[in-house]
C-alpha cells in the first residue's frame, strides 16, 4: 500500500510539476514562459491579439491535454512574459517567429507542429514561411490575415455586424462621463461590446464574453507595436510557398475575417485541407468548443485521423 501511495504522490508531483510555468532564454536574452500539459505528440499552442495572453487558451489545453503534449507559450510582451523591454525593435513580427525558434531550440525539438488561433495562426504561418523545414504540421482556426490587403474589410466586416444597440452601448461606456465613475467596469464594458459581433450569436456572446475579459490580461503596448511591425510590410504570400508541411484551417463559417484569406493561404500552400464550423462566430472556441475541438484532434493527429 505504501508503494502504491508514493507512486500515485509522484505521479501526481510529476503533473503538477509539468503544469508550471518554465522559462527559457532567448536569443537576445529575454526570458519567456510556458506552460507544459499532458503527453503525447508535441504541439506548441498560439494564442490571438496581438496582445492577449495566453491564459485565454487554458480551455484548449483542458480538453487536448489527455491526447498531447501541449505547449502553451506566453509570447513576448504579454502574460507571463510581460516583463521585457518594449519597443519597435523587441516587438515585431521577426522577433516573434524568432522567438518561436527559440522556444524549438530550448525544447530540443527539430521540426514544431503549432496550433494557433487568430494572430497566433498569422504567427505560426510567418514561421513556417522564414523557418519552413523546422515546422512540420500547422493547424489555423479562424486565421488572420497573410499580408494587410485585407485588414480593412476585416474592420468594415466588424463594423457591419455590430448591431444598433450595441453601437450605443460602446458609445455609451466610452464616454468620458461613464468612464471617470467606474474606469474598470468602463473597459470591461467597452470590450464586451466590442468583441460580441464575433459570436454568431450576439446575445451569447454578451455573456460569454462579460465573464471572459474578467479574467484575459491584455497588453495595448505589445498590440501596438506588433500592429505596427505588421502594416511596415507583413506579406507571406511568396515565402509560405516554401513551406511543405500539413496544414489544416478551421473556419467559422460566420468569421467576421474576410473568406478570402483562407482562399490566399490555400494559393500559397495547397497541400492545405479546410473545415468548416457552421453557425459560428470568430470565437469558435468560446462559441462552438466540442465541434472545434473535435477538429482539432483529428488535425494534430500524426495519422491526420
Known amino acids: 500500500m505504501r508503494i502504491i501511495t508514493l507512486i500515485l504522490a509522484s505521479v501526481l508531483a510529476a503533473v503538477a510539476y509539468a ?3 518554465q522559462s527559457f532564454r532567448t536569443d537576445d536574452g529575454e526570458t519567456l514562459y510556458y506552460t507544459r500539459s499532458g503527453s503525447g505528440p508535441r504541439v506548441v499552442m498560439l494564442y490571438g491579439g496581438p496582445g492577449f495572453g495566453a491564459s485565454g487558451m487554458k480551455d484548449w489545453l483542458d480538453s487536448l491535454s489527455n491526447q498531447f503534449e501541449t505547449i502553451l507559450f506566453e509570447q513576448r510582451g504579454t502574460g507571463l512574459s510581460k516583463k521585457v523591454r518594449l519597443d519597435s525593435a523587441t516587438i515585431n513580427v521577426q522577433r516573434a517567429y524568432r522567438d518561436l525558434d527559440n522556444l524549438r531550440e530550448h525544447l530540443g525539438d ?6 494557433g488561433y487568430s494572430w497566433g495562426a498569422m504567427l505560426a504561418l510567418a ?3 522564414y523557418y519552413p523545414s523546422n515546422a512540420q504540421n500547422l493547424v489555423l482556426v479562424g486565421p488572420g490575415f497573410i499580408d494587410t490587403s485585407l485588414v480593412v474589410p476585416f474592420f468594415d466586416n466588424l463594423a457591419r455586424a455590430m448591431y444598433p444597440s450595441e453601437r450605443d452601448s460602446l458609445a455609451y461606456w466610452s464616454s468620458p462621463e461613464t468612464g471617470s465613475r467606474d474606469s474598470v467596469q468602463a473597459q470591461l464594458m467597452r470590450n464586451v461590446f466590442s468583441y460580441m459581433c464575433n459570436f454568431y450569436d450576439h446575445s451569447a456572446g454578451r455573456k460569454v464574453f462579460e ?3 474578467r479574467h484575459i490580461d491584455y497588453s495595448p503596448a505589445m498590440a501596438d507595436l506588433m500592429w505596427k511591425s505588421l502594416y511596415r510590410g507583413y506579406d507571406l504570400k511568396e515565402p509560405l510557398k516554401h513551406y511543405k508541411g500539413r496544414c489544416t484551417i478551421i473556419r467559422p463559417r460566420q468569421d467576421n475575417i474576410p473568406e478570402e484569406v483562407v482562399f490566399s493561404i490555400v494559393r500559397s500552400v495547397p497541400q492545405t485541407q479546410v473545415y468548416y464550423i457552421e453557425r459560428c462566430g470568430h470565437a469558435a472556441d468560446l462559441e462552438k468548443p466540442n ?3 473535435r477538429l482539432l ?3 494534430l493527429n500524426p495519422t491526420g485521423q
Open 19 to 21: 503544469q508550471q510555468p
Open 110 to 115: 527539430n521540426t514544431l507542429t503549432l496550433c
Open 127 to 129: 514561421y513556417a514561411s
Open 211 to 213: 465573464e471572459y475579459f
Open 291 to 293: 465541434e472545434l475541438f
Open 297 to 299: 484532434r483529428r488535425a
